[in-house]
């Protein structure tokens, strides 16, 4: 593994939330059932989709990932916040905070676009597939050399008039902390003078959706299913429309101001930049304390440089 990978402290024991006994297996088998054959039927649909104008394959993956949504027993609820009743256009990068595997059809049942991922997402049962058909964009997190190329490609999706989705943390956290978001993505907007759409994500109870650690996409799954009922909070930040900030560094500070509510003053929006007394380290959500970051914070726009261009998902 690299050093250079983004981790975070959350781990299955300390974040995640064991099935309660009283949840009912039999209606928790059923919601896992119902939420497989959801995702299978998109894998199967995929082709078909993918000869579709793209008006109407988004409007179909909007109904796909809200059916699986559904499947699994969680409630979505929208909120658009004040600024943006107009969101970015659809050649935008929606970036948000990363939780759970179902923050993929989260976003994708408002904002559809094609996934930034990790490439072990391929070989993920069931999910992977789909993903590969839905046109995801994969990265190689030990492989710091391929990261130009998937900015590259990043840009050229964007300026294709695609939307693209990046969860700029690097990995996934349980919801009462963040990580910090790492700038490599935001230079593909720069780069494809495209706008940035910020979005908070937030689960309720967030222990049942947290997906963290080693965490096998079994257990997960079965622990979302025996949850009895989710509720997942998107909300729609004012978009940072393109330009507006000089490089990458500034406008990922910036976003998660905007997307981490007590970074941000309560003020919930972008604005400049603030330098954090301790830009290289990071919060601990869940022991607690703060961890060494695993990136260097100095800055640049050159996505070359390994310590500040990794990604990660």
């Not at 059923?30 to 078909?48: D, M, N, S």
């Not at 995801?136 to 050399?145: K, V």
């Not at 990261?147 to 700029?168: E, H, K, N, Q, S």
């Not at 393109?242 to 309560?266: K, M, N």
Request: hydrophobic letters at 50%; a positive charge.
């Amino acid at each position: 593994m690299s050093l250079w990978l983004p981790t975070a402290p959350c781990t299955p024991q300390g974040c995640a939330a064991r099935p309660r006994r009283d949840a009912g297996r039999i209606a928790a088998a059923a919601r896992l059932a119902a939420g497989t054959a959801a995702v299978l039927a998109g894998i199967l649909f995929a082709p078909l989709a993918a000869l579709l104008g793209t008006a109407v394959r988004r409007r179909m993956t909007r109904l796909w990932a809200r059916t699986v949504l559904r499947a699994f027993g969680v409630r979505l609820r929208i909120t658009t916040q004040a600024g943006a009743d107009a969101p970015a256009p659809h050649a935008s990068l929606v970036v948000a905070n990363h939780i759970s595997w179902l923050d993929i059809p989260l976003i994708a049942a408002v904002l559809p676009g094609r996934m930034l991922a990790k490439s072990e997402v391929r070989g993920w049962p069931v999910l992977g597939p789909l993903a590969a058909r839905g046109g995801t964009l994969f990265i190689d997190r030990d492989r710091l050399r391929t990261l130009p190329g998937t900015v590259a490609a990043m840009a050229g999706a964007l300026r294709g008039g695609d939307r693209v989705i990046a969860f700029p943390e690097g990995s996934t956290w349980c919801g009462r902390g963040q990580g910090r978001f790492r700038p490599a993505v935001f230079q593909a907007a720069l780069d494809a003078g495209a706008a940035v759409q910020p979005v908070r994500i937030a689960y309720t109870p967030t222990a049942a959706a947290a997906f963290v650690g080693d965490d096998p996409l079994l257990a997960s799954l079965w622990r979302v299913a025996a949850a009895g009922g989710i509720t997942a909070d998107l909300t729609l930040l004012p978009p940072v429309p393109a330009g507006a900030l000089p490089d990458r560094r500034a406008l990922a500070e910036a976003v998660q101001r905007a997307v981490v509510p007590r970074s941000a003053a309560g003020s919930g929006g972008w604005g400049p930049p603030r330098r954090h007394p301790q830009a290289g380290l990071v919060s601990g959500p869940c022991a607690g304390g703060v961890v060494p970051a695993h990136f260097s914070p100095v800055g640049g726009t050159s996505v070359g440089v390994p310590p500040d261009g990794v990604w990660g998902v």
